[in-house]
């Protein structure tokens, strides 16, 4: 099984700063890689799908990078609305989420 | 405006079984692979099973390999879990999906509660 490691587990980022998660795969997944949004008591929101094609209505504001094991999402100008938790999951093998980064108001 | 409606989850006792639903509206539902998801109170999420859009292929976690079965009705826009053999380990919010890579499109969940 591919095991997707996230860190950091929280990160507290100030308003109007930048973010940047982190998502490693155990064994390469290629671009296999989307991530996720999820707000308390919500469904999880695809941002990002191909480790950096936005999904339909996604801000220009969420970036994604990356290709092999190592990847990235960036959120740039963070607003109110952006804190919550964010899951990488790939789709190479099977499907695995990593276990999540809570960006939190700093 | 395309949505998902899952129905079906409740509390069971261990060794029981349940059939969750989930009605398709705004988009053509036979057009897409379909998934489950879930994820258990407070944890992350786990891909449990996908079918095909036809319905013709199914595949599944191991953790519920022979337990659960995915199916679909494209006449009636609707996607099933049968789950069998229920564990308290099964306790979660059942999400379904539409995705056969990326979820893009999910449902707002239906809880299964497995306990005595």
């Known amino acids: 099984e591919i095991v997707m490691t996230q860190s950091p587990a929280t990160v507290s980022v100030s308003p109007g700063e930048r973010a940047t998660l982190s998502c490693r795969a155990s064994q390469s997944i290629s671009r296999k890689l989307a991530w996720y949004q999820q707000k308390p008591g919500q469904p999880p929101r695809l941002l990002i799908y191909?480790?950096?094609t936005r999904a339909t209505g996604i801000s220009a504001r969420f970036s994604g990078s990356g290709s092999g094991t190592e990847f990235t999402l960036s959120i740039s100008s963070l607003q109110s609305e952006d804190f919550a938790v964010y899951y990488c999951?790939?789709?190479?093998?099977?499907?695995?989420f990593g276990q999540g980064t809570k960006l939190e108001i700093k | 405006q395309a949505q998902l409606v899952e129905s079906g989850g409740g509390l069971v006792k261990p060794g029981g079984s349940l059939r969750l639903a989930c009605v398709a509206s705004g988009f053509n539902f036979s057009g897409h692979y379909m998934s489950w998801i879930r994820q258990a109170p407070g944890k992350g999420l786990e891909w449990l099973s996908y079918i095909s859009n036809s319905g013709s292929y199914g595949n599944y976690a191991d953790s519920v390999k022979g337990r659960f079965t995915i199916s679909r009705d494209n006449t009636k826009n609707s996607l099933y879990l049968q789950m069998n053999s229920l564990r308290a380990d099964d306790t979660a919010v059942y999400y379904c999906?539409?995705?056969?890579?990326?979820?893009?499109?999910w449902g707002q969940g239906t809880l299964v509660t497995v306990s005595s």
């Open positions: 999951q790939q789709y190479s093998e099977w499907h695995t």
């Open positions: 191909d480790a950096s």
């Open positions: 999906a539409r995705a056969g890579r990326a979820g893009d499109l």
